[in-house]
C-alpha cells in the first residue's frame, strides 16, 4: 500500500528552496496539511524574502493538496513559538516536524572563527531546531506517532574551513539521540538525515566544475526527499538514526565504540603499548544511548579500593 499522510499536520522549516521544498511537495502530494515556514535569506543568512514560502504553497495548491506559508524565524524562541501556534491554528496541530533551516560559511580558517558568526549558526541549527521541538512536542505526544526529522551534515565529520558550520550540525546529531530517548515512552520517534543534494548551501565546497556539473545532474534535491518522507511517516519505527541520503543511495551513518583494551592501573607509556587493541574495530558495538556507552566501560569493572 502506498504510504500517505491523509490528516497529518506537516511543519517543515527551511522549506521555500531546495531539501525542504522538495519534502514540502512530497508530504502535500500523499495527502499531508504542510506548514511551509522560510525566512527567504541568502545563503549567509543574510536578507528576507516571503516569495520563497509562498511560491511553494501556490505550488501545492495548484496541485489540490494543503498548505500555509508562514515566514517566523526560528533562529529565535518567539519565531519557532509563532510557527507552532500558526500551525495549530491552521490545522489543529502537530504530527510531524522537519527541520531543514540552515546557514553555512566557507574558507574559516580557524584563526578567523569570529564569536558573532559562530553564534549566527549555532542560533539557527542548534538553539533554533531545539527551541522548535520543544513548542512542539506536546501536539507531537498529543499525535501519539509523532515524527521528527533533523537536517545534519557529513560536515560534521570534517570539512576544511568549515568548524562553526560542523560543531552546529554535530550539536543535531547530538539533539536527536537525546530528544529520542525522551521521545520513546509517548510514541515520538526522532531522526536525523545527512542529505547529498545540490542546493544554495553546497554551492562552493568545489572549484571543480566538473564535478559540481555532474554533482549538480545526480545530486537533485528530490532524491532526498523520500528517505525524509519514510522517517515522518506514522509506520516508521527506527529512532534515534542518522541517515546518509542521495544521489539515489541511502546509507546510515553510526556511532561504534571499539571492545578497547582495560587495566585498572595503568600509565600513559601503557595507553601507547596497546593503541591498537584500544583502536581495533572488530567486535565494535553501537551503543543505543549514552547510558548505555556508559555502560560498556563499567562491565566487569573491578571493586575500588576500600568498597
Known amino acids: 500500500m502506498d504510504m500517505r499522510f491523509d490528516g497529518k499536520v506537516a511543519v517543515i522549516t527551511g522549506a521555500g ?46 496541485a489540490g493538496g494543503i498548505a500555509i506559508a508562514n515566514g517566523a524565524d526560528v533562529a529565535t524562541e518567539a519565531g519557532v513559538r509563532a510557527l507552532i501556534s500558526d500551525a495549530v ?40 531546531y531545539a527551541m522548535t521541538i520543544s513548542a512542539a512536542w506536546p501536539h507531537l505526544m498529543a499525535s501519539q506517532a509523532g ?37 520513546e515512552p509517548h510514541g515520538i520517534k526522532v531522526n536525523a538525515i545527512c542529505p547529498l543534494g545540490m542546493t544554495r548551501l553546497f554551492e562552493g565546497f568545489s572549484d571543480d566544475a566538473g564535478f559540481n556539473a555532474r554533482f549538480s545532474k545526480n545530486a537533485k534535491p528530490e532524491y532526498v526527499a523520500p528517505t525524509v518522507g519514510y522517517l515522518s511517516h506514522e509506520e516508521c519505527e527506527p529512532t534515534g538514526r542518522l541517515f546518509l541520503t542521495g544521489v539515489g543511495s541511502v546509507s546510515e551513518l553510526f556511532v561504534g565504540s571499539t571492545p578497547g583494551w582495560r587495566q585498572v592501573d595503568h600509565e600513559i607509556e601503557d595507553v601507547r603499548a596497546n593503541f591498537a587493541a584500544i583502536t581495533n574495530t572488530e567486535g565494535f558495538v553501537t551503543p543505543a544511548t549514552g547510558l548505555a556507552a556508559g555502560a560498556a566501560l563499567l562491565r566487569d569493572m573491578p571493586a575500588l579500593p576500600g568498597r
Open 17 to 62: 528552496r531546495g531539501l525542504g521544498r522538495s519534502e514540502a511537495l512530497l508530504l502535500a502530494g500523499r495527502g499531508a496539511r504542510v506548514v511551509v515556514n522560510d525566512l527567504g535569506v541568502e545563503r549567509d543568512g543574510h536578507g528576507r524574502s516571503t516569495a520563497p514560502a509562498q511560491m511553494v504553497v501556490d505550488k501545492i495548491v495548484s
Open 89 to 128: 491554528q491552521a490545522f489543529g496541530g502537530v504530527d510531524i516536524l522537519v527541520c531543514n533551516a540552515g546557514i553555512i560559511t566557507h574558507n574559516i580558517e580557524p584563526p578567523n572563527i569570529q564569536w558573532a558568526e559562530l553564534q549566527r549558526l549555532l542560533d539557527l541549527m542548534v538553539s533554533g
Open 147 to 183: 515524527r521528527v526529522v533533523l537536517t545534519s551534515s557529513t560536515g560534521m565529520l570534517g570539512l576544511r574551513g568549515a568548524a562553526p558550520y560542523g560543531a552546529a550540525k554535530g550539536g543535531v546529531f547530538g539533539l536527536t539521540r537525546c530528544l529520542a530517548v525522551d521521545g
